[in-house]
């Protein structure tokens, strides 16, 4: 498949899937690195057939935010086919389902796979570490420092009744409802 790019009139070559309400895209000479990926379950998304002068030519629009995705099928067949499977997997997506819009005002909100609270809630276990990439001179110092990707950790604790919580080396919470409970727990781990 081709991705059209926004200034320029020039269709570059993108490998695509499109699994778990998630359309993720390639370069075709790079597989392990994603160039952008549309999760309909943090975005409420629409898809249509794009009438311009070329041919095969669909995109994807984030709803509330400037944002469209341009993409040009090999031939009508497939991106008949491709409009289809979108529009399927956009209609089971909790963006659908839910006004999402905090992802889509993020800049470049594209480029990064991100995982929504609701599957956090399912998957996340007492003791799973999160790695966080922050922005700044300061976190940026502390990866070349470290040769490292990341510059941060936090751990994940689950409490018997489903609520999840994120401490964040830096003691910010991120998820999670009943804060002076677990400020408890804090002081009682740390001896404070």
């Known amino acids: 498949m081709l991705c059209g790019g926004r200034f320029f009139p020039y269709w570059g070559a993108r490998l695509c899937k499109l699994r778990n309400n998630k359309f993720v895209y390639?370069?075709?000479t790079n597989v392990n690195t994603i160039c952008g990926v549309l999760d309909f379950n943090l975005l409420t998304c629409a898809v249509e057939v794009h009438r311009t002068t070329e041919q095969n030519v669909f995109r994807i629009r984030v709803l509330k935010s400037p944002r469209a995705f341009v993409f040009r099928a090999a031939s009508n067949t497939d991106l008949m086919e491709w409009v289809y499977q979108i529009q399927r997997q956009i209609q089971t997506s909790d963006g659908f389902r839910t006004d999402m819009t905090?992802?889509?005002i993020q800049p470049a909100f594209w480029h990064y796979l991100r995982i929504s609270p609701a599957a956090v809630q399912?998957?996340?276990n007492t003791g799973d570490l999160v790695l966080f990439r922050s922005s700044g001179a300061m976190?940026?110092?502390l990866r070349v420092l470290?040769?490292?990707t990341t510059d941060h950790i936090g751990v994940i604790?689950?409490?018997k009744s489903g609520e999840v919580y994120l401490l964040e080396s830096r003691n910010k919470l991120v998820f999670g409802r009943d804060n002076n409970n677990l400020a408890d727990r804090e002081s009682r781990c740390?001896?404070?």
């Open 122 to 124: 399912q998957t996340a």
């Open 139 to 141: 976190p940026w110092i």
């Open 102 to 104: 905090a992802v889509a």
């Open 146 to 148: 470290m040769c490292s």
């Open 26 to 28: 390639y370069k075709p």
């Open 190 to 192: 740390t001896g404070g």
């Open 157 to 159: 604790i689950k409490e």
